[in-house]
């Protein structure tokens, strides 16, 4: 079946570098998102990608977050300067349709940890 | 804001036994809901969705109820069994909410054997 993976399982960093977490997308799918969660609190939808750009965004996705798909699998979000309370469960979703009535595949999740 | 909320952040059953898992809302634009289920260390996983055309939708142990007026809705799970351990999120969208789901903070069910 596929699935939606993601690399690394677990990142550590010190506060103020930057950090690239990755996602491969089930091979079908045109739509592509990025939640996360941090410890103990709901997972809060970050960013939506569809088309080779951006089609929404919350008001967590600042400037210092980017996301990109450099190439026909992957799918990125970078963060370029990271902060404390950047540490939470980062997880990569998937879905064939536009979303909202589709359901998104979610991959297993990078857990950031910022020092 | 939150316009998700489940308020039982933990639940135990005993296996057999109906399990029921809650989830309110607030924003009544919201017309599509969903139930993720997580187990520690892997993404949720899609277990049932449910529009607000209807308000029951049924998959083997699984069915999903719907109270639009209420804004509430509920996952139950009967026969509850020892591998329905996981925790539960509850996440909608709507008309006017775009590509976004709106998740809940999960309530954690333990099946007990």
């Known amino acids: 079946e596929p699935e939606v993976t993601q690399t690394p399982s677990h990142q550590v960093t010190q506060m103020g570098q930057e950090v690239i977490l990755r996602c491969v997308p089930i091979?079908?799918?045109?739509?592509f998102y990025w939640y996360r969660q941090i410890l103990g609190q709901k997972v809060e939808f970050l960013v939506s990608?569809?088309?080779?750009?951006?089609?929404?965004k919350s008001e967590i996705f600042d400037d210092q977050f980017s996301v990109e798909r450099p190439d026909g699998s992957n799918f990125t979000l970078k963060i370029r300067s990271t902060k404390l309370e950047d540490s939470a469960m980062y997880f990569c979703?998937?879905?064939?349709?536009?979303?909202?009535?589709?359901?998104?595949?979610f991959g297993p999740g990078t857990r950031l940890t910022v020092l | 804001d939150q316009q998700v909320k489940q308020n039982s952040p933990s639940l135990s059953v005993q296996e057999g036994r109906i399990s029921i898992l809650n989830c309110d809302y607030t924003?009544?634009?919201?017309?599509?809901f969903l139930w993720y289920k997580k187990y520690p260390a892997e993404g949720p996983t899609f277990l049932i969705s449910?529009?607000?055309?209807?308000d029951k939708n049924e998959d083997g142990r699984f069915t999903v109820f719907l109270n639009k007026s209420a804004k509430h809705l509920s996952l139950h799970i009967v026969p509850s069994q020892p591998g329905d351990s996981a925790v539960y999120f509850c996440?909608?969208?709507?008309?006017?909410?775009?590509?976004?789901?709106?998740f809940g903070t999960g309530t954690s069910l333990t099946v007990i054997p």
């Open positions: 979703a998937s879905s064939l349709l536009t979303s909202g009535r589709d359901e998104q595949f």
């Open positions: 091979s079908n799918h045109l739509y």
């Open positions: 990608f569809y088309n080779n750009e951006i089609s929404e």
């Open positions: 924003n009544s634009m919201f017309d599509y």
């Open positions: 449910i529009s607000s055309i209807k």
């Open positions: 996440a909608a969208s709507g008309a006017n909410t775009g590509n976004q789901f709106y």
